[in-house]
């Protein structure tokens, strides 16, 4: 049988050991802690250029495209950076285009040949059909600082979104080569990732113009992405 000086003997270990378990346990949480802490974030670059990444390869999604206030419409598909689809200008005007090997095509509803862009004088509208990642890649070039936004609930999905002011001629050009640049006051583009796993799902490309008689003052244009 044990004594009582025994039997406070093994309470007192008891409690040492308990004491030291707590100890280390505190200090692993400790050390964890310190460590996320110390971790850097992902930039806000870096966050973009990682959803613009799921879209090189083998990606397969659709592309919507809008453009205000000229009512330029597009509907279509991107299979490994291939494009194809219907784009609809006005009420009655409907063009089929496609984009095989880079080399922007077109077809008119009602003809069965196949022409590319250029011979028939629409070399320019190949900047409208400009790839999510591309936009990107150019926005990047010019240096433009990034900003986050607001967050905006799309079709009940929480999004994160992300600005650039680009004050560059050559980005301006690249996508809006029929317009006067001198015109340009200011332009933005914004992208909206889902708040889940960063996913893009639109991107505005908006230009504030100079106020002239009879001419929009304002020109948005819209990519929504459905993977």
């Not at 802490?37 to 990682?50: A, F, G, M």
């Not at 889940?196 to 230009?207: A, C, G, H, R, T």
Request: net charge negative; aromatic share 8%; glycine share 4%.
């Amino acid at each position: 049988m044990y004594s009582r000086r025994g039997f406070q003997k093994i309470k007192r270990n008891k409690v040492y050991w308990r004491f030291i378990i707590i100890a280390n346990l505190a200090l692993v949480f400790l050390l964890a802690f310190i460590i996320l802490r110390s971790s850097p974030s992902p930039s806000k670059t870096e966050v973009v250029s990682h959803s613009m990444n799921k879209f090189k390869g083998k990606d397969s999604y659709s592309l919507d495209i809008k453009e205000e206030p000229y009512g330029l419409e597009f509907a279509g598909e991107v299979d490994q950076e291939r494009l194809s689809g219907k784009l609809k200008e006005g009420e009655n005007r409907e063009i089929e285009i496609r984009q095989p090997n880079g080399t922007l095509q077109i077809r008119r509803v009602e003809e069965d040949k196949w022409e590319e862009a250029s011979e028939e004088g629409l070399e320019q509208i190949k900047s409208f059909f400009m790839l999510p990642q591309d936009i990107f890649h150019r926005v990047k070039q010019t240096g433009a600082s990034i900003n986050h936004g607001p967050n905006h609930s799309l079709d009940d999905t929480l999004c994160k979104t992300f600005t650039w002011n680009v004050d560059d001629k050559t980005f301006h050009q690249s996508l809006f080569p029929g317009l006067e640049l001198d015109k340009i006051n200011e332009s933005t583009v914004t992208v909206y990732l889902t708040q889940e796993d960063s996913k893009l799902v639109k991107l505005i490309i908006s230009l504030s113009l100079e106020e002239l008689a009879q001419e929009k003052s304002q020109i948005e244009r819209t990519l929504t992405i459905n993977k």
